[in-house]
């Protein structure tokens, strides 16, 4: 069906001397069809649904009760204006319950402007909304069926922060480079801001902020290396990223100022039957204000995964994931942060620990079932993370099962 | 106890044994691929690290200037997944991977996918800067033959 439309070829329009011309050069070389360009308009789509079930904590909604709240729906079109312009967009509505604002959203809405190549590099340069693509699966964090499982890893790909992480209004640029020796290389360069909507506020401060959270700066930068035929490949990442809020006029907080800085270093093996990967984080969090006036805290988290995938035959692929993070690498048992708040906020929301035992099988080429259990130790990666509730998260050990179907062409 | 004859008649089954296994082993594996472009593309021979990069839409025009465009079969299909084992060197779920990361987020264009290897042939026949592969050349006409070279 998109195949077809795919297929669909351009007619073509020649005037007569051209049409002699080609008559000619088709003889010329033994041509019996007519060469025409390729549609330059290309559709595609997914569309997964999902249950998901989560005991002791608020991870996806309050009742604790199965929940259908895991559904991703996408389109998107790249249209090739020309050699050298390519216009894509992609729509996208999201419902993962308390992990992000529910809704539609435009996903990326870009112009690819390819500056620059020959056989060995590379330059393209977009402008617009641009995705994220400087973690390993950062771009494809919200594309069921291209990223690891249905709860990717909480360490780097955080949802409470999903909406400002996921990529931002500005331009990027990446440049790709190939030598025969020494491998693969990809540099990326992106800098723009996110519009945060009330609903992202709640999620990220609680619904005590009345104010305004605003991303004021966002530049990032990656590196990527896949040795000459090899299996593996590498990455490195540092993002440094500013926000601000401005309080209302009846507000539980006052204006502030926050500063992230992100780094990430990734490996990732693929072979014939494993697949492993890993990514290691260090974020350092800068608060000013928030709490009360004067108020500062700049402190470092840090966290890691590890994941293998066994691919069992050609349709079915079992996985295995360890994750462990803790907010300040200062406080790595929580114990000050429980001090410091007279107890009010308990030890277990500095860290966050996943083993996550998973499965995904392949009915067709791009129809699919993942299915995945965890075991979480720690609260600090549930929303919101401003302002920690332990009413509704607690106990200290928590657990999720899902199973998504997914779709797409 | 055997006896000799039952020795004999032992190895006989054996040896046909080895035949039929043998047999099957090479009647079950698809016979030699071929990588065809459209006859605007300036190319008769790619090393394997170009074909690789021009699969892994890293290389987007050919030596002449012309945009190249990629086609391929499904995923699982065998003779996808014999290309991609035989003449890439890689596995068809890390070109999946690649695909999908940049459709699916706007950072460029994935292949483009035909249903049989009829439509490929035929599309890479008649598509300006097209490159695809098929499984027995003889038959096909008005194509560059590719040669890959290590």
């Known amino acids: ?409 | 106890m055997f006896s000799p004859v039952d020795h004999k008649e032992e190895n006989i089954k054996t040896i046909f044994s080895y035949i039929i296994v043998i047999t099957l082993l090479f009647s079950s594996k698809v016979s030699a691929i071929n990588i065809i472009s459209n006859l605007t593309a300036d190319t008769t021979s790619l090393s394997v690290a170009q074909l690789r990069r021009i699969y892994s839409m890293r290389q987007a025009h050919w030596h002449n200037g012309i945009p190249i465009v990629v086609y391929v079969l499904a995923s699982k299909n065998p003779l996808h997944q014999q290309f991609c084992r035989e003449q890439l060197r890689l596995f068809p779920y890390q070109l999946d991977r690649i695909w999908h990361k940049l459709t699916f987020s706007g950072y460029g264009v994935a292949p483009i996918e035909v249903d049989t290897q009829q439509a490929l042939i035929e599309a890479v026949k008649t598509t300006k800067g097209a490159i695809g592969y098929v499984e027995n050349i003889s038959e096909v006409k008005n194509v560059n033959i590719i040669k890959v070279e290590d």
């Open chain 1, 1 to 409: 069906m998109l195949t077809s439309l795919k297929l669909r070829i351009k007619t073509a329009h020649f005037n007569q001397s051209i049409f002699i011309s080609a008559c000619s050069l088709c003889f010329s070389v033994g041509l019996n069809a007519a060469e025409v360009n390729v549609e330059p308009l290309q559709v595609h789509g997914f569309v997964a649904q999902g249950i998901i079930d989560v005991d002791h904590s608020n991870f996806v909604n309050e009742s604790e009760n199965i929940s259908l709240e895991l559904t991703e729906v996408g389109i998107n079109a790249s249209y090739q204006l020309n050699d050298d312009f390519r216009l894509a967009g992609q729509a996208v509505y999201l419902n993962g319950g308390n992990r992000y604002a529910a809704g539609s959203r435009i996903d990326y809405l870009l112009l690819e402007w390819d500056a620059a190549h020959n056989e060995n590099w590379q330059t393209s340069f977009y402008f617009g909304r641009v995705k994220n693509n400087h973690w390993l699966y950062s771009s494809a964090r919200d594309i069921p069926f291209a990223r690891p499982s249905i709860i990717i890893s909480q360490v780097t790909y955080f949802d409470g922060l999903r909406d400002l992480a996921v990529g931002g209004d500005g331009a990027a640029v990446k440049v790709k480079y190939n030598n025969d020796e020494l491998g693969e290389f990809d540099l990326n360069f992106s800098r723009g801001k996110s519009p945060i909507s009330g609903k992202q506020v709640d999620i990220i401060a609680g619904k005590q902020a009345q104010g305004q959270l605003k991303h004021d700066l966002d530049a990032q930068l990656s590196i990527y290396w896949r040795p000459s035929f090899s299996a593996w490949q590498f990455g490195l990442s540092a993002n440094d990223a500013s926000f601000s809020y401005h309080s209302a006029q009846m507000d539980a907080y006052v204006n502030s100022d926050f500063t992230l800085q992100f780094y990430t270093a990734n490996a990732l093996y693929e072979g014939e039957f494993w697949q492993l990967s890993a990514e290691i984080i260090q974020e350092r969090l800068v608060t000013q204000g928030f709490y009360f006036p004067g108020f500062h805290r700049d402190q470092i988290g840090q966290g890691y995964y590890l994941q293998a995938r066994y691919q069992v035959d050609n349709d079915l692929s079992v996985q295995l994931r360890t994750e462990r993070y803790y907010s300040n690498k200062d406080d790595k048992n929580g114990s000050k942060l429980a001090q410091v708040s007279g107890g009010l906020v308990p030890s277990y929301f500095a860290f966050h620990n996943d083993l996550m035992l998973g499965m995904s099988y392949d009915f067709t080429n791009n129809f699919r079932v993942n299915a995945e259990y965890h075991w979480v130790e720690g609260t600090a990666r549930l929303s919101p993370i401003v302002q920690p509730d332990p009413i509704a998260n607690n106990s200290k050990n928590w657990q999720v099962w899902a199973i998504q179907l997914m779709y797409w062409f």
